[in-house]
């Protein structure tokens, strides 16, 4: 089976195709989805078009796939839902097939599984920037599991990711503890100097 099978996918729109040469009251307006404003939780850039690009936007459910390496996968949550996506990334959303509805949590896992690299191995172009052809990423193999496996894939990678950020978590107060320990034996103790 193939990801187009049990998914629609659309590449992000070009945005200087798009752009409204000058913008007026009744452009339409958007926010613009980039990986650096959604990581470091900034602000999204504005942009005016003069055409109604709703195909483009992101919903809750889909997953972002950036084309050009290195890949990202990204499922959209209730911050990039209503952005506009460019073409640097496909929009993936999930459909039924047959009454099965691929859960978007193996979805997400097995594109960024060893299984999937594998896969996008042999179909990288480019030599400066390497990137999959979208015509490529749909001819995707995905394992043919029922509801009840692709469940049980989903609980065990959410229970990784969950004890993954646990780990982050207590790693970064564990640098701050053995910091402000190092700290008082450089100061000997004078917490003026801390």
Do not use: H
């Amino acid at each position: 089976m193939f990801l187009e099978d049990i998914t629609q996918i659309t590449i992000g729109v070009v945005l200087k195709r798009k752009e409204a040469k000058y913008p007026k009251e009744n452009n339409y307006k958007y926010e613009v989805f980039n990986l650096r404003s959604y990581e470091e939780r900034i602000e999204y850039d504005l942009f005016f078009s003069e055409e109604n690009l709703e195909n483009f936007i992101a919903k809750k459910g889909d997953i972002l796939f950036r084309l050009s390496f290195p890949m990202k996968v990204i499922e959209v949550d209730e911050e990039i839902e209503g952005k506009l996506i460019n073409n640097q990334y496909c929009i993936i959303r999930m459909m039924s097939l047959f009454n099965i509805t691929y859960n978007i949590d193996f979805i997400k896992w097995f594109l960024e599984s060893d299984l999937a690299k594998r896969q996008f191995e042999k179909i990288l172009i480019g030599t400066t920037i390497k990137s999959i052809p979208v015509m490529e990423l749909r001819k995707l193999e995905i394992p043919e599991l029922n509801s009840k496996e692709q469940e049980q894939i989903s609980k065990i990678v959410n229970t990784w990711n969950k004890q993954k950020n646990l780990y982050k978590k207590m790693l970064k107060e564990k640098d701050k503890y053995y910091d402000s320990v190092i700290n008082k034996l450089i100061n000997g103790g004078n917490k003026k100097n801390e």
